[in-house]
């Protein structure tokens, strides 16, 4: 029930441009990672943030930390082998698409600035961000690396917006497709 009420706020307020807590509206947001995707797929931005990614996640740690730095790295690795399909790629294709990969970039980055934290603290503290780190890097980066849309992923995409359009417009919409 609050997931739903929830859903119709922000729902309302993407539709009205509002600000929540003085925030920027969701159109404002989708504008901005509309902005980063499509940066992703200049081929000196995604090698620069991958660089980014290889010097944030540091040297290989002893210890536990090895494990979620392994996993890390290995979807670090991922990403550059992923690289001929995104860089340089069609904007509608890394649009369609993207959203894997930045969400991807923030995973790896969110695991090495966790096991950063543990060196910098030490103690009781560091064994916490380990623990974090490694059932972070459990959880969201042992999948394969995301692949960049297809022509099938960009037509669909196209007929999802067309029918929901369709949909909001107050027009007929039917299972599958615009209507």
Request: net charge negative; aromatic share 4%; glycine share 16%.
């Given at each position: 029930m609050?997931?739903?009420?929830?859903?119709?706020?922000?729902?309302?307020?993407?539709?009205?441009?509002?600000r929540l807590d003085?925030?920027?509206?969701l159109e404002d947001t989708h504008r901005e990672v509309t902005r980063i995707v499509t940066r992703l797929a200049e081929p000196d931005h995604y090698d620069a943030v991958c660089a980014l990614?290889?010097?944030?996640?540091?040297?290989?740690?002893?210890?536990?930390a090895a494990g979620?730095?392994?996993?890390?790295?290995?979807?670090?690795?991922?990403?550059?082998?992923?690289?001929?399909?995104?860089?340089g790629a069609d904007p509608?294709?890394?649009?369609a698409g993207g959203w894997v990969l930045v969400d991807r970039v923030a995973r790896i980055r969110l695991t090495a600035a966790l096991l950063a934290q543990a060196r910098a603290r030490g103690g009781n503290d560091a064994g916490h961000l380990v623990n974090a780190a490694r059932r972070y890097a459990w959880n969201w980066l042992r999948l394969p690396p995301p692949e960049a849309a297809t022509a099938v992923h960009v037509r669909r995409t196209g007929e999802l917006a067309a029918w929901i359009g369709a949909f909001t417009a107050g027009?007929?919409?039917?299972?599958?497709?615009?209507?």
């Open positions: 609050c997931r739903a009420v929830e859903d119709d706020v922000v729902r309302t307020l993407s539709r009205t441009g509002t003085g925030g920027p509206s990614l290889r010097a944030g996640l540091g040297d290989r740690p002893d210890g536990r979620a730095w392994d996993i890390a790295d290995e979807a670090l690795r991922g990403l550059v082998s992923a690289r001929a399909e995104w860089a509608a294709c890394t649009v027009g007929p919409a039917t299972e599958g497709g615009a209507g």
